[in-house]
């Protein structure tokens, strides 16, 4: 158990001085804290985008808050930096471990070579990345989702919604995570109706291209797919999504959000009515689930993954005009148990 959240209060001098040693990070805590886990509580390296992209960021942020309330210690979050390398990456991880913040969490693949590198120098803190799962060492959670399954029922609900039997996917860089996104969506789309049409539309080939930073291209890519009679149309695209949701108001059709429930974002609140539904990994409760580990002192490692099943990736219901159509209900059910039951595979790719 982490040391300073479970102190009791004894009334000892010397107890209560240690506390507020540790507390105020001072040099002996600082010392320690290369070869023990730290004392602080969880930090969290935002991928691009940042805090505010009410999506990807924010739902990490929000497991952060979470974690904040409950145990009651000092955490830390860290913006990107434009054109930053792994190098920067792997600083800011080091920097926060050697601070004596545990867990420190990477959010996004980007992070792999960084989280890798760092946890190698800090072994005794516990290290984790969100949407990766090639780092392999016994302090890293690698904390993954099959977001192929909520894409999936996120097209049942295209195919039931849309009236042009036209839909769209702007995905917001061409890689493999994406791609799962794509996969899952067009085969839900195609399985509930054969006749639709998917249009799909990547915005950039690399992040540093600002696939998952750019309202504008977003809008831009949206815009163009509801030209051609799109009249859903579901992003994977970071901040860049919002550009997609924006344009769907503007044109009177039906976004689907992702990541988090973008029904419910305050900033996004003037479209929340041409927002249909969302498909959701909950990273936020996957980041609080590994600061808990950490409070418990059982870390999680290796592989840790959300899916349907676990009730880690879903369909949001907040918009009333979705949740009370019984018939596109009726379908998303279906598919939902079918595909934990693995009556439906669902692509990756």
Known sequence: MRRISRITVAGAATASLALALSACGGTSTEASSESKGGDKGLAIAYDVGGKGDQSFNDAAYAGLEQAKKEFRYETADVEP???ETDADKEQRLASLAKQGYNPVVG????YAAAVKAAAEKFPETTFGIVDDSTVEAK???DLVFSEEEASYLA???????????????????????IHKFQAGFEQGVKDTNPKAKVLTQYLTQTAEEGGFSSPDKGKSAAE????????VVYAAAGLSGQGVIEAAAANKVWAIGVDSDQYNQEALAKYKDSILTSAMKDVAKAVYNLAKSVEDGKPETGIVRGDLKTGEVSLSNSNPKFADDAEVQEAIKTAKEKIISGEIKVATS
Do not use: H, M, R
């Open 81 to 83: 930096t434009e054109g």
């Open 224 to 231: 163009g797919q509801i030209e051609k009679k799109a009249d």
């Open 107 to 110: 959010v996004g693949y980007a």
């Open 139 to 141: 302090n890293v959670a």
């Open 155 to 177: 097209g049942v609900a295209a195919a039931k919604s849309t009236k042009t039997n036209t839909v769209g996917f702007v995905g917001g860089v061409d890689i493999p995570l």
